[in-house]
């Protein structure tokens, strides 16, 4: 496949921003190639499609609503209800695109339609609090959860990696609406851009 | 009525300066800072308020006063409990008057500033407003209890009146018992204390807004700090521990400078060693209020007098009074405050009804006051608006909802001009070398109609629609889908229940169970909410999955005579007429480039629609560009497409407006349309007949031009019709428009008249048909 563009393109400049008087407490890095499936199962073979795709993508069991699982190249996503996604490499994506059929439910590529931003730092939940109403504590929000939310009005999608770590991924055409917030936001902390 | 003039007492004795400055309090006399204010320089200490450091010097402003911050545009507003810091700068609001805040209400920077706020948006399991010592207390109890605690404070200094008082707590001094706390709490994680910062609203039970002044103590200011922070803090147990506010007493001129109210006196002088005169009068009407006096004299300072409204005064009290050899004045009251600018006397009188009725005239240049005390509390929030100043900022930061299409850096790089145009950063036009915008347009058009032009088309409105029952859907709200076959498009109409056209959408069917829905960008929320609310319908759920796909998509339009040859040069497979026919399309990879390729022009003729997933747009943008080179490819912007579009008389989002049926723009089949809708207002095409007067261009037409008989009647009243698009069309070398135009079919070949709504330019115009799609097109669909 060609080189995907970014939706940053122009904006994104590596280095050190804002309060660089200290270590940066944020570091983004713009994850360029990615897929990113949404999955929706009809109500009448939800449990048939999910030992189905269980067993294709090599895990026990789906994972709860609001959380994923990690896979070999990627992520599993349970939003809501019948509601999946995938994140990661394109590979299992092919897979999966082909395993569901129109009776069962649908594959909905999105990959292009998002941008994917790695967040991590010790001040990576102080910079999203200051967008993100819902509580991000690590009693609320564990490492793995995801949820569907918004900065100033932008859908977005959040998945904690790690106690400091996140994926957002946000609107392709409102990516650099966000981006500049980002920076401008996580400025008093210091910021890299990886 | 009886009279004692003038009554003398002993001034304050003891150590007292020249100026208002007395011994102690907790600022730190070893680090002056210089600031400056009305234009004069002065000097404080560390800790002191702008307030206590003018105080202090003689100068007073009233508590609650707000002042501007010179130097800064927009000029932020302070309030006189402002932090002193190196080389501020203030002076009095250039208005004249003075603005009272209630207090805890005073928002740090103006309502409507171009100041810049940041939203945070806390939870916690406790939040404590204030950090005296309930609140500290309360904190560390909470803590210890492993809750996470928010304590907030609108002071600089934590402790509340801890930093005034002199009563100790559990066997400890008020101050070390303040320092002891904070360092157990400032040691744990889960605790976080926010100075400066203002609880204003309460939302419900567990939602509080805070402010916080992140800038306003800083000599320079920080460019990463916004002006003013709001937080919003979620929170299972609020506790309110804000300390005590004190009532004041109804009477004459009470608004003199040098009246004070008690705990802010006593603030002034435990924790700023300031006095608030030299000669301090004491109103009160509680026991607590003999505090100040305690304080006072602790420091070898007496007070000319005590006045007390209580009928029954405590032997406490009188004890105190006699001991500290300070008159008291049970059961009175004062009736008023004399002075000019400030208070030189009071005139106290016997409260009640008292017989011997007889005035007392105090010679005093400062009266604290307390008739009571209550706690402070925040304010509930009502409803919108019920506080102005603050409620606006209750709803959080709304980030600009600008879009830019993939290829928006590649028409930068071909230098585009670029306009908003429903939310979205579009190119306009491509001007060459000086070239204005209307002209490039014009040359875009000519292009298009001539060679070959390319534009845009991300920005179109995507809906992507899969699933078993996704067909009986599109049926419901279009009709006319299940006959489309796969590969191939057809443009509906979207109509409401009563005819009226809502949106003209294109529909594409990529598989049997999986559709696509495009559209102008301006229409999308409306198909989509009509789309969502049949399915809301459906008792069953339906088996469908109904995704916006706008953004992952990118792709431009080919429109011209030469676009088949410069595609039929450059793509691998065979776009002639047997193998993609009109209203068709197929996918394709190009050099592993997924293309989605579709014959069609709704706009100039011959025409292609090209798309790619939006990361590779560019990489096909400049694919076309250089291999359009050999056809002279040129850039068409939005203002083109416009005049394509009103040319071929295609109806747009001011023709499709809910009020118009298919009939009356001219896309239900003709017996109908002479039938059912021949009264109505009809989609028809105008140009105009006027002509160049005395070497000046003839006038432009406009949209919301009224239509009227060309009769020779005078152009009044409501019309016969309305321009609802308009252009100037290089190919026609005239002004053309579309509009709603009453019997307007029945028109074609007349002339009328539009005029504007002041009825100053009447341009005469001809009536024509619409120009729609060649018939052909549509019909190979």
């Known amino acids: 496949m060609p080189d995907r563009n970014s939706a940053l393109r122009g904006q994104r400049i590596h280095g050190q921003f804002g309060n660089i008087s200290k270590e940066p407490g944020v570091t983004f890095r713009e994850i360029k190639d990615f897929s990113y499936l949404e999955i929706t199962l009809w109500d009448w073979a939800r449990d048939s499609l999910r030992s189905k795709l269980a067993e294709l993508l090599g895990i026990g069991d789906l994972p709860d609503t609001g959380d994923s699982q990690r ?26 695109e082909v395993a569901i059929t129109p009776e069962e439910g649908c594959v909905v590529p999105l990959g292009h339609a998002r941008c994917l931003l790695r967040l991590e ?74 | 009525m009886a009279r004692i003039w003038p009554i003398k007492f002993r001034t304050l004795g003891g150590e007292i300066s020249p100026d208002y400055r007395i011994n102690g309090g907790a600022i730190d006399r070893g680090r002056p800072v210089p600031f400056r204010f009305n234009g004069r320089g002065y000097r404080g200490f560390a800790g002191d308020t702008l307030a206590s450091a003018l105080l202090a010097q003689g100068v007073e402003v009233p508590e609650n006063v707000s002042l501007l911050r010179a130097g800064e545009k927009p000029a932020a507003t302070l309030t006189a409990a402002q932090e002193l810091f190196d ?16 207090p805890g209400y005073a928002p740090s920077v103006e309502t409507g500033s171009d100041a810049e706020v940041e939203h945070v948006y806390d939870q916690a399991d406790c939040l404590i407003v204030g950090s005296g010592p309930t609140g500290l207390a309360t904190a560390l109890q909470r803590a210890e209890a492993g809750l996470d605690v928010i304590v907030v404070e609108r002071d600089f200094e934590f402790g509340g009146s801890l930093l005034y008082d002199d009563q100790w707590i559990d066997g400890r001094a008020p101050g070390d018992w303040r320092r002891a706390v904070l360092d157990r709490l400032l040691v744990m994680p889960k ?77 002034l002088v435990n924790r700023h060693a300031v006095l608030p005169g030299h000669r301090l009068a004491l109103y009160v009407g509680h026991t607590d209020g003999y505090r100040l006096a305690a304080s006072l004299l602790a420091r070898g ?81 009502l409803e919108e608006g019920s506080v102005l100043s603050v409620t606006g900022r209750t709803r959080g930061e709304t980030l600009p909802h600008l879009r830019r299409g993939p290829l928006f850096e590649a028409q930068t790089r071909a230098a585009a001009f670029h306009r908003t145009i429903l939310g979205w950063r579009l190119a306009a036009a491509y001007p060459i070398k000086g070239e204005k915008v209307r002209a490039a347009s014009h040359r875009e058009a000519l ?24 067909l009986a859907l599109l049926e419901r709200a279009f009709g006319g ?121 709704l706009s100039a003729g011959a025409g292609f629609e090209i798309y790619t997933r939006a990361g590779y747009a560019d990489i096909l943008w400049n694919l076309v560009l250089e291999k359009g080179k050999a056809q002279g490819l040129t850039l068409a912007g939005t203002v083109a497409r416009e005049i394509l579009r009103i040319a071929a008389g295609r109806p747009g989002e001011r023709e499709i407006n809910g009020r118009t049926t298919a009939a009356d723009l001219g896309l239900a089949p003709p017996d109908r349309l002479e039938g059912r809708h021949k009264s ?77 709504a002041d009825g100053r330019k009447v341009i005469d115009v001809k009536v024509q048909p619409p120009r729609v799609l060649p018939r052909k097109e549509i019909g190979h669909a």
Not at chain 1, 72 to 96: M, V
Not at chain 2, 191 to 205: H, I
Not at chain 2, 321 to 327: D, V
Not at chain 2, 447 to 461: E, K, R
Request: proline share 6%; aromatic share 6%; with cysteine.
């Open chain 2, 191 to 267: 605790v976080r204390l926010l100075n400066r910062t203002t609880a204003l609203l309460r939302e419900g039970e567990t939602l509080v807004h805070a402010e916080e002044r992140p800038q306003q103590h800083l000599t320079m200011r920080d460019p990463h700090l916004p002006d003013l922070r709001l937080r919003h803090i979620q929170a299972r147990e609020t506790v309110i521990a804000a300390g005590i506010d004190d009532q004041i007493f109804p009477f004459e001129n009470n608004r003199l400078h040098g009246i004070f109210k008690l705990e802010y006196a006593l603030s």
């Open chain 1, 71 to 96: 896979l070999k190249e990627g992520r599993l996503l349970h939003l809501a209800d019948g509601s999946l996604a995938y994140l990661g490499a394109a590979a299992p994506a092919d897979i999966l």
């Open chain 1, 121 to 194: 730092g010790q001040k990576a939940v102080a910079l999203l609090r200051r967008g993100i109403r819902e509580d991000l504590r690590d009693t609320a929000f564990a490492v793995g959860q995801v949820m569907t939310t918004d900065i100033g009005g932008i859908g977005v999608l959040l998945l904690r990696l790690d106690t400091a770590q996140f994926d957002l991924l946000v609107p392709r055409s409102h990516a650099i609406e966000v981006w500049r917030w980002l920076t401008r936001r996580a400025a008093p902390f210091g910021y890299e851009v990886l």
């Open chain 2, 447 to 470: 292009a298009a109609w001539t060679g070959v032009a390319m534009s845009d088309l991300s920005h179109l409105g995507k809906i992507d629609l899969q699933g078993p029952d996704a």
């Open chain 2, 87 to 102: 080389d501020l700068t203030a002076r009095r609001r250039t208005n004249g008057h003075f603005r009272r805040f209630l």
């Open chain 2, 481 to 601: 889908w299940a006959s489309l076959k796969s590969g191939r498009m057809r443009p509906f109409l979207l109509t409401e229940d009563g005819g009226g056209a809502l949106a003209s959408v294109l529909g594409w069917r990529l598989a049997p169970h999986h559709f696509m829905l495009t559209m102008a960008a301006g229409s999308l929320a409306t198909v989509r909410t009509r789309l969502e609310r049949l399915v809301a319908a459906e008792e069953v759920a339906p088996r469908l999955k109904m995704t916006e796909v706008t953004d992952e998509w990118g792709g431009v339009a080919l429109m011209g005579p030469k676009a088949e040859a410069l595609l039929a040069g450059s793509l691998p497979m065979s776009v002639m007429s047997e193998n993609l026919p009109p209203m068709a399309f197929r996918d394709f990879s190009q050099d592993d480039l997924p293309v989605r390729l579709a014959r069609i022009s």
């Open chain 2, 680 to 756: 109505r207002l009809q989609l028809i095409g105008l140009k105009s007949v006027s002509h160049e007067v005395e070497g000046k261009p003839a006038p432009p037409l406009s949209v919301g031009m009224t239509l009227y008989e060309g009769d020779g009647t005078e152009p009044t009243g409501p019309g016969i019709g309305e321009i609802t698009s308009a252009c100037y069309s290089p190919a026609h070398d005239r002004e053309i428009a579309l509009a709603l135009l009453s019997d307007g079919r029945a028109r074609v070949g007349s002339l009328i008249r539009a005029a504007t």
């Open chain 2, 301 to 381: 300072l007496r007070p000319v007098a005590i006045i007390d409204a209580r009928a029954e005064v405590p032997d406490v009290c009188h004890r105190f009074a006699r001991q500290a050899g300070i008159p008291l004045y049970p059961h009175h009251r004062v009736i008023r405050a004399q002075g000019c600018r400030r208070v030189r006397r009071v005139v106290i009188g016997k409260a009640g009804q008292d017989p011997v009725n007889r005035d007392i005239h105090l010679d005093c240049d400062s009266l604290v006051q307390s008739a009571g005390v209550i706690p402070r509390t925040v304010p509930e929030l």
